[in-house]
């Protein structure tokens, strides 16, 4: 079945007999790019699963409320993104540790060939991203792996373009030093 | 995709450039024909859960916590009233009190001799007492009871 509008997908969900109907059409429609987008931030499966289930049950509380004008896409990746920092900053609460115990915890992912399928250079690109801070991260995962517009992506982390293109530029040239860097190093992981 | 913006970007980043971009991260097989389903779950539980509280809430613990509020209410005047009133009762009798030029001048006995004598306004008042209003007086200001009699 091919994918339904925003328009034909909230006028199913507005009719209380096709209302579950509608809202399962629209996980299937999204669950995909939205997985991706929370999988590259958590890295952890089931937690990501966590995180997905409780982006889609917000969304369920709230579609009631959501103005048409605006794109479904971007107002789910806002609760995605949202509920990706909230869980990042319960974890930083529970580990009581420095940030890199966290990036450890985060990249522990990447050394399990059942969680992660990428060769030797995808795992260095993924470790240099789990390097970047929490919004960074997202910022630059929104725009390279998502392609995202800028636009969109100040609609979805309520920050303005002008401040979200520094924090991408700056993002990539970071990326790029531990790239060279792993790379002059050969096989050994960024330090 | 937004890959004009990307490539902007991505020409002074030549080695990030280089690596394909994948998406390395293995979803277990059959995620996503279940993950709707567990959305679905998710739903049906979280209002059974809403439903139980709000029956909890409409059975006995409704009346119970209206009862209690009612209570703290009704303890809470309780403690703070007469305080409230004494403190005020206070502040204005502090304010009433007796200047000083008038309490330097007057003398009680003049007070005294002043309300003897025959005021109009205090013609009017009818000072007569029963016998038990004068016994009461006489107990309430613990007069001497042999003055009393050598008065009468």
């Known amino acids: 079945m091919s994918d339904l509008s925003d328009a034909e997908l909230l006028a199913l969900f507005r009719k209380e007999e096709s209302r579950h109907y509608a809202f399962n059409l629209l996980v299937r429609q999204y669950q995909k790019r939205l ?142 030093a531990w790239v060279t860097t792993d790379q002059t190093k050969g096989p050994q992981e960024p330090s | 995709m937004d890959t004009l913006d990307n490539n902007d970007e991505l020409r002074s980043a030549p080695n990030l450039r280089a690596i394909p971009k994948a998406d390395p991260f293995v979803v277990p097989d059959g995620f996503f024909e279940r993950f709707p389903h567990l959305v679905q779950q998710r739903i049906v539980e979280d209002r059974a859960r809403s439903a139980n509280w709000s029956w909890n809430l409409s059975g006995w613990l409704r009346p119970a916590i209206g009862a209690l509020a009612l209570l703290a209410v009704v303890a809470l005047a309780w403690v703070l009233w007469p305080k409230a009133e004494g403190d005020v009762l206070d502040q204005q009798l502090a304010s009433y009190g007796t200047p000083d030029h008038v309490s330097d001048e007057l003398d009680a006995e003049d007070v005294y001799t002043a309300l003897s004598t025959n005021d109009p306004l205090l013609a009017e008042v009818d000072l007569t007492m029963t016998d038990a209003e004068l016994a009461e007086y006489v107990e309430q200001e613990e007069l001497p009871l042999d003055l009393l009699i050598e008065e009468l």
């Open chain 1, 35 to 176: 997985y991706s987008f929370i999988r590259r931030t958590i890295t952890d499966h089931d937690e990501t699963q966590d995180v997905l289930q409780n982006t889609f049950i917000k969304a369920w509380n709230g579609l009631d409320k959501f103005r048409a004008d605006a794109q479904l896409y971007s107002w789910l990746y806002r609760i995605a993104h949202n509920e990706c920092l909230n869980h990042l900053r319960k974890m930083k609460r529970g580990i009581f540790v420095h940030s890199d115990t966290v990036i450890e915890r985060l990249t522990t992912t990447l050394d399990s060939s059942e969680h992660f399928s990428g060769d030797m250079i995808q795992k260095k690109l993924q470790r240099a991203v789990m390097r970047l801070p929490d919004k960074q991260r997202a910022v630059f995962n929104m725009k390279y792996f998502d392609g995202l517009k800028y636009e969109q992506m100040s609609t979805v982390t309520g920050t303005s373009v002008g401040a979200l293109k520094s924090s991408y530029h700056i993002a990539v040239k970071k990326i790029e």
